[in-house]
């Protein structure tokens, strides 16, 4: 036996650190760090506390490129899950799931039990979230097809579970979207029939007139916007355009050339108060975005969702150097053949793609400076091919060549099959889900006043589901994948007043804390060992 244990039902932490109210989580915190000054190692300790909302709005979420593959294998496996569908294939009955899915389907370790097991809760279970059973979908698509014919055009889902799903799907029609051909490929006008006309000012007014009309008509809380649309060229940044939050404003009004599509649906949902969140790898957050999200104190997240090769490389970079092994050439190649695939065939957009897949190992690398100079980084080329025949089943392989002890090479190669929507679309549920959490939390610091502090506008917290993390200005870029993992599950346990999980487990590791641990019922270490 493992000796670990599940817990799946609610539980109540009881401690002077941890209270509940009708309204809210409270917690008391001592936040930890350390300071390094000189030579001089000073640990840190500030208190403060935690408040977390324990009602869950009633939550919309809105598609930029809903009928897209992500879009509708999105909106479609949310309804499957709601009404539980099962569907045959050729290995038998399957039933719906949220896999992939680090919120819905993954597990964090609590604490131990009093012999010293560990118990584990789904990650879930820790503090109210957002079911996405309970989401309502919307959103908008330069392709004005029905999501249940997009669905079938996408070919994700098995032909089965596209027929159960089909009914469902057929009366939902994308809301006409922003088209600026200059900044996708040239192949995607065939596609762009559902497009909306008039100044980009006129076109941010209907966006904005959209969301109000659907968070009116749904009864909503709130709405989250979430860019899952083509990958765009990169926006010049220009002083007297999009440097400043006035400037942006000016510009859209204006018309100018250098505003993009996802740059005015950024602008639009901040001005009507919702979370946006950007998927793709293009520069949308241009500085006056980011300006205007801190001034109206809205939320904004990206970029780049981190689904297949990307968050393999930052596991594979991460335990290579940290193992003291000097990677010095990672080479990765992908194919794919969705739409996807034929927007990032243009040399701009795949531009866009190269920057955000590349730039993941640079934290890893400036950590070890036994391994690396102060400017010295690997080798790293990215090759993605349009290949329509293998459809959504992206093709990936990785040559990661590493010196090793006394001038010794190492060399891994990997293949990898990603079913490229099903593997993107859960990571949109946890961007919703940790996004909406992230509304509900706020902190106090001692000695600084009453005021409650929400979070700074450029949500960090969601770098573990993004390729190339946003983050304030003067704040690290981290793409460790643990650690942006061990920043969400120490974030939950904060709300509820427990330390960190240090993974010390002294208890293991001593006489005496084993003596106490085995003195009665069943031992902690469950295998006989010999030794």
């Known amino acids: 036996m493992s000796g670990c244990k599940n817990l ?215 709405v989250i916007v979430l860019w899952s649309a083509n990958t765009e060229r990169f926006s010049a940044v220009e002083e007297g355009v999009n440097d400043t939050a006035e400037n942006i404003l000016s510009s859209i009004e204006m018309g100018e050339a250098e505003v993009s599509a ?100 640079d934290d890893m690398v400036a950590s070890n400076r036994i391994l690396f100079e102060e400017d010295e980084h690997p080798d790293h080329v990215v090759v993605i091919k349009y290949v329509p025949y293998v459809a959504d089943s992206k093709r990936a392989m990785d040559e990661y060549t590493s010196e090793i002890f006394m001038g010794g090479k190492n060399t891994i190669v990997m293949h990898n099959t990603c079913e490229d929507s099903l593997l993107a679309t859960p990571l949109i549920y946890d961007l919703v889900i940790l996004g909406e959490l992230c509304q509900r939390v706020q902190i106090k610091k001692d000695g600084e006043g009453e005021e409650w502090e929400s979070f700074h506008p450029v949500l960090s917290i969601l770098s573990y589901m993004l390729k190339a993390p946003l983050v304030p200005n003067g704040a690290p870029v981290v793409n460790a994948l643990f650690t942006q993992r061990c920043a969400i599950v120490n974030l939950m346990r904060a709300c509820l007043g427990l330390a960190p999980d240090n993974h010390m487990t002294l208890e293991h590791r001593f006489e005496s804390t084993l003596a106490a641990l085995n003195g009665e019922g069943e031992p902690a270490n469950k295998k006989m060992r010999l030794g």
Not at 55 to 79: D, E, P, Q, S, Y
Not at 313 to 322: A, G
């Open 8 to 222: 799946d039902g609610k539980f109540t932490v009881e401690s002077d650190s941890c209270k509940y109210t009708d309204d809210a989580i409270i917690s008391d915190y001592s936040y930890e760090t350390t300071v390094v000054e000189g030579n001089t190692v000073k640990p840190i300790t500030t208190k403060m506390q935690f408040k977390t909302e324990r009602k869950v709005g009633k939550t919309g979420v809105m598609l930029v490129g809903i009928g897209g593959n992500n879009g509708c294998t999105c909106v479609a496996g949310a309804i499957a899950n709601k009404l539980n569908l099962t569907w045959e294939t050729k290995e038998g009955t399957q039933k719906s799931n949220y896999w992939g899915s680090l919120l819905m389907a993954s597990t964090v370790k609590l604490g131990n039990d009093p012999h010293g097991n560990a118990v584990y809760t789904p990650m879930n279970n820790m503090l109210p979230l957002l079911d996405p059973n309970d989401i309502i979908w919307g959103g908008w698509d330069i392709n004005g097809t029905n999501l249940g014919d997009a669905m079938k055009r996408a070919k994700v889902f098995e032909y089965d579970l596209q027929q159960k799903l089909y009914p469902h799907l057929k009366d939902r029609k994308p809301l006409p979207s922003i088209y600026f051909p200059d900044f996708i490929a040239a192949n995607q006008g065939e596609r762009a029939d559902n497009v909306l006309t008039g100044t980009k000012q006129e076109q941010m007014d209907q966006i904005r007139k959209d969301i109000r009309e659907f968070k009116k008509e749904n009864e909503l809380d709130q």
């Open 262 to 361: 996802s740059t005015v649906f950024a602008v639009a949902s901040i001005l009507e108060g919702s979370t946006f969140i950007n998927g793709s790898p293009q520069n949308t957050f241009v500085p006056g975005v980011v300006e205007l999200a801190r001034q109206k104190k809205v939320f904004i997240a990206g970029d780049d969702f981190k689904s297949g090769q990307t968050k393999m490389k930052s596991v594979m970079v991460d335990f290579l150097v940290s193992a003291g092994i000097k990677p010095v050439s990672i080479v990765s190649y992908n194919h794919l053949g969705n739409n996807d695939g034929k927007n990032l065939s243009a040399p701009s957009q795949f531009r866009s793609k190269e920057i955000s897949k590349s730039n993941v190992v």
